[in-house]
C-alpha cells in the first residue's frame, strides 16, 4: 500500500498515456512507422510544459523511466527464440557485427568533433547499431543517463526510423535487391524493430511475397538484439574502472558486481526459457506457449511506451531542440555509415 501511495499517481499517468498512444497507432496503421514510443515521449514533453511540480505524480513517473524501462528489457527476452536465431540469422552476423562496430566507431569520432556529451552520443551510436530504443533502454540504466540524454537518443533514432522507412524499399528496388538481401538489408540497417517491420511490410507489399520478407527481417533483427548483452557487459567494465580511479584515493574498491546491470541476466534467462519450453513442447503445448511469450512480448513493448511516457515528461522539450543539431548530425552519420556497411559487405559476400 505505501508503494501504491507513493508512486499510484505517477505510474497510473503513465499507463493511460501509453494506452491512449497505443490505441492511436493502431487506430491510424500510418502512425506504426513512428511508433507509440516516440509519440508517448512528445505527448510527455507537452505535459511536462504545464506540469512543472509533477503534482503528486513525481516518484511514479520515475520509477516508470528506470523500473518499468528494466521490466520492459527482460520481458523483451522472451520474444527471442535462440535456437531460430542460430538456424537463420547467422548468416547475417559477419554483417551484424560490422554494422555495430562502424556505428560505434562513427559515434566516437563525431563524439570528439562536435564535442557532443559523451552519453548522448553514446545512448545513439548503440540505439543506432543495435535496436533503437530497446538497445537504448539496456544501456541507459548502466551508463546513468539521465531522460533528457535518453529522450535526445530516442528522439535521433526516430527521425532516422521513419526515413529508412520510406526511402529503403525504394532504394532496394533500384538496387535490384532480391527478397532475402532486402530482408537482411531491413534488419541490418533500420534501428527500431517497428521500423524494420514498416520498412520489410511495405517491401512485401509491393512485390506480393506474402510476408516472406517481413519474416527473414524479424529474425536478422533479432539476433542484433543480442548485441545488448555484450554492450551492455562492456559498459558495466568501463563504468567499473571510471568509478575504481574516481575512489582510488579513498581506499575503495568496486567490483563487477556492483555495477552490472542485473535486469540483463533475466533478459537473458527469459531469452534461454523461451527457447528451451519451444524447443520441447509440440501441437496444443506449443501453440500455449508461443500465445503465452507472445503476450510478453507485447507487454514489454507496452512497459517502453510507459517508460517514454515518463522519459518525456521529466525533459526540457526547450533544452532538446536547442541542442538537437549536434546529435542529428551524429545520427546521420552513423545511419549512413550503417547503411554503407551493410550494403556493401552483402554484395562481397554475395548475399544480394
Same mark, same amino acid.
Given at each position: 500500500?505505501?508503494?501504491?501511495?507513493?508512486?499510484?499517481?505517477?505510474?497510473?499517468?503513465?499507463?493511460?498515456?501509453?494506452?491512449?498512444?497505443?490505441?492511436?497507432?493502431?487506430?491510424?496503421?500510418?502512425?506504426?512507422?513512428?511508433?507509440?514510443?516516440?509519440?508517448?515521449?512528445?505527448?510527455?514533453?507537452?505535459?511536462?510544459?504545464?506540469?512543472?511540480?509533477?503534482?503528486?505524480?513525481?516518484?511514479?513517473?520515475?520509477?516508470?523511466?528506470?523500473?518499468?524501462?528494466?521490466?520492459?528489457?527482460?520481458?523483451?527476452?522472451?520474444?527471442?527464440?535462440?535456437?531460430?536465431?542460430?538456424?537463420?540469422?547467422?548468416?547475417?552476423?559477419?554483417?551484424?557485427?560490422?554494422?555495430?562496430?562502424?556505428?560505434?566507431?562513427?559515434?566516437?569520432?563525431?563524439?570528439?568533433?562536435?564535442?557532443?556529451?559523451?552519453?548522448?552520443?553514446?545512448?545513439?551510436?548503440?540505439?543506432?547499431?543495435?535496436?533503437?530504443?530497446?538497445?537504448?533502454?539496456?544501456?541507459?540504466?548502466?551508463?546513468?543517463?539521465?531522460?533528457?540524454?535518453?529522450?535526445?537518443?530516442?528522439?535521433?533514432?526516430?527521425?532516422?526510423?521513419?526515413?529508412?522507412?520510406?526511402?529503403?524499399?525504394?532504394?532496394?528496388?533500384?538496387?535490384?535487391?532480391?527478397?532475402?538481401?532486402?530482408?537482411?538489408?531491413?534488419?541490418?540497417?533500420?534501428?527500431?524493430?517497428?521500423?524494420?517491420?514498416?520498412?520489410?511490410?511495405?517491401?512485401?507489399?509491393?512485390?506480393?511475397?506474402?510476408? *516472406?520478407?517481413?519474416?527473414?527481417? !524479424?529474425? /536478422?533483427?533479432?539476433?542484433?538484439?543480442?548485441?545488448?548483452? @555484450? &554492450? =551492455? %557487459?562492456?559498459?558495466?567494465?568501463?563504468?567499473?574502472?571510471?568509478?575504481?580511479?574516481?575512489?582510488?584515493?579513498?581506499?575503495?574498491?568496486?567490483?563487477?558486481?556492483?555495477?552490472?546491470?542485473?535486469?540483463?541476466?533475466?533478459?537473458?534467462?527469459?531469452?534461454?526459457?523461451?527457447?528451451?519450453?519451444?524447443?520441447?513442447?509440440?501441437?496444443?503445448?506449443?501453440?500455449?506457449?508461443?500465445?503465452?511469450?507472445?503476450?510478453?512480448?507485447?507487454?514489454?513493448?507496452?512497459?517502453?511506451?510507459?517508460?517514454? *511516457?515518463?522519459?518525456?515528461?521529466? !525533459?526540457? /522539450?526547450?533544452?532538446?531542440?536547442?541542442?538537437?543539431?549536434? @546529435? &542529428? =548530425? %551524429?545520427?546521420?552519420?552513423?545511419?549512413?555509415?550503417?547503411?554503407?556497411?551493410?550494403?556493401?559487405?552483402?554484395?562481397?559476400?554475395?548475399?544480394?
Amino acid at each position: 500500500m505505501e508503494f501504491l501511495k507513493k508512486n499510484g499517481k505517477g505510474i497510473l499517468l503513465c499507463f493511460l498515456i501509453a494506452l491512449a498512444c497505443r490505441l492511436l497507432v493502431v487506430a491510424v496503421g500510418a502512425l506504426e512507422v513512428i511508433g507509440a514510443p516516440v509519440i508517448a515521449i512528445i505527448v510527455g514533453m507537452v505535459l511536462a510544459i504545464w506540469m512543472k511540480d509533477k503534482k503528486g505524480c513525481g516518484e511514479g513517473i520515475a520509477f516508470t523511466s528506470k523500473k518499468v524501462l528494466q521490466y520492459a528489457v527482460i520481458l523483451l527476452g522472451f520474444g527471442l527464440n535462440l535456437a531460430t536465431i542460430g538456424k537463420v540469422g547467422m548468416t547475417s552476423l559477419p554483417i551484424i557485427v560490422s554494422s555495430i562496430s562502424t556505428s560505434l566507431l562513427a559515434a566516437f569520432i563525431m563524439y570528439k568533433l562536435l564535442r557532443i556529451p559523451g552519453k548522448t552520443a553514446a545512448l545513439i551510436g548503440i540505439g543506432s547499431s543495435i535496436c533503437g530504443g530497446s538497445a537504448i533502454a539496456a544501456a541507459a540504466p548502466v551508463m546513468e543517463a539521465d531522460d533528457e540524454e535518453i529522450a535526445q537518443a530516442i528522439s535521433v533514432i526516430f527521425l532516422f526510423n521513419v526515413i529508412a522507412a520510406l526511402l529503403f524499399p525504394a532504394l532496394g528496388g533500384w538496387l535490384g535487391l532480391t527478397d532475402t538481401g532486402f530482408g537482411l538489408f531491413a534488419g541490418t540497417a533500420v534501428n527500431d524493430t517497428s521500423s524494420v517491420t514498416a520498412t520489410a511490410s511495405t517491401w512485401d507489399t509491393l512485390h506480393g511475397t506474402n510476408g *516472406a520478407v517481413l519474416e527473414y527481417a !524479424t529474425i /536478422v533483427k533479432l539476433t542484433r538484439t543480442l548485441a545488448i548483452i @555484450p &554492450i =551492455t %557487459l562492456a559498459l558495466a567494465f568501463v563504468r567499473m574502472r571510471r568509478e575504481e580511479k574516481e575512489n582510488r584515493g579513498e581506499g575503495k574498491t568496486v567490483s563487477l558486481k556492483s555495477v552490472f546491470p542485473m535486469f540483463i541476466l533475466y533478459f537473458v534467462a527469459a531469452s534461454v526459457i523461451t527457447t528451451v519450453i519451444t524447443s520441447f513442447c509440440s501441437g496444443t503445448a506449443l501453440a500455449a506457449a508461443n500465445e503465452v511469450f507472445g503476450l510478453l512480448k507485447q507487454l514489454s513493448k507496452f512497459f517502453i511506451v510507459m517508460a517514454m *511516457a515518463a522519459i518525456g515528461m521529466n !525533459t526540457d /522539450v526547450v533544452k532538446l531542440v536547442k541542442t538537437g543539431a549536434k @546529435p &542529428i =548530425t %551524429l545520427g546521420f552519420v552513423c545511419w549512413i555509415a550503417i547503411t554503407i556497411v551493410s550494403l556493401t559487405l552483402q554484395w562481397v559476400l554475395g548475399l544480394w
